[in-house]
T-cell receptor, first 110, second 113 residues
């Protein structure tokens, strides 16, 4: 089992839709979790950190489920500008080296 | 204001010709990373520095070397680029431990002819 797994998609949704991505991780000792957004041929940019209690930033909600070892990202009211690849990053305990998932591609169409 | 700067943005080199990519940061972060990213793949960590301590990933080829002469600068040297080394090279920083969020530079796209 890979350390961090994501469904590569693409997720193809209409504007205004709600879409959710999951990311599973194998190391139960993982300590910190992030979602990054990466546009085509650009660098990843932090979208949000994922806290144990869950967190929300506008249309974006991130959740952590430690028991099942996954994090999720929910995007409400999708915009065309949300089209991008969403990378899950997990920091396993001990080594402090962040591990990237391969990303989930989102395409929002009119 | 750019916080992590990479130069050049695009680099074309010939097969076997050494090339150096540079990264600088204005964040005064302790940790600097070099990633290789190929199309539709996750960024692959090559190595990182925690302050002056160099940490090489086990599967990073010997062809790749790095230098960090001071807090602000970090270099990636590819001694003998092969066609398979064509990729986007991303530099990132984090404030302290890798558990902190990372800030990425815009990347250098390397082409090997």
């Amino acid at each position: 089992r890979k350390e961090v797994e994501q469904d590569p998609g693409p997720f193809n949704v209409p504007e205004g839709a709600t879409v959710a991505f999951n990311c599973t991780y194998s190391n139960s000792a993982s300590q910190s979790f992030f979602w990054y957004r990466q546009d085509c041929r650009k660098e990843p940019k932090l979208l949000m950190s994922v806290y144990s209690s869950g967190n929300e930033d506008g249309r974006f909600t991130a959740q952590l489920n430690r028991a099942s070892q996954y994090i999720s990202l929910l995007i409400r009211d999708s915009k065309l500008s949300d089209s991008a690849t969403y990378l899950c990053v997990v920091n396993p305990g001990g080594s402090y080296i962040p591990t990237f998932g391969r990303g989930t591609s989102l395409i929002v169409h009119p | 204001d750019a916080m992590v700067i990479q130069n050049p943005r695009y680099q074309v080199t010939q097969f076997g010709k050494p090339v150096t990519l540079s990264c600088s940061q204005t964040l005064n972060h302790n940790v600097m990373y070099w990633y290789q990213q190929k199309s539709s793949q996750a960024p692959k960590l090559l190595f990182h520095y925690y302050d002056k301590d160099f940490n090489n990933e086990a599967d990073t080829p010997d062809n790749f070397q790095s230098r960090r002469p001071n807090t602000s600068f970090c270099f990636l040297d590819i001694r003998s680029p092969g066609l398979g080394d064509a990729a986007m090279y991303l530099c990132a920083t984090s404030r302290d431990r890798a558990s902190d969020e990372q800030y990425f530079g815009p990347g250098t796209r390397l082409t090997v002819t």
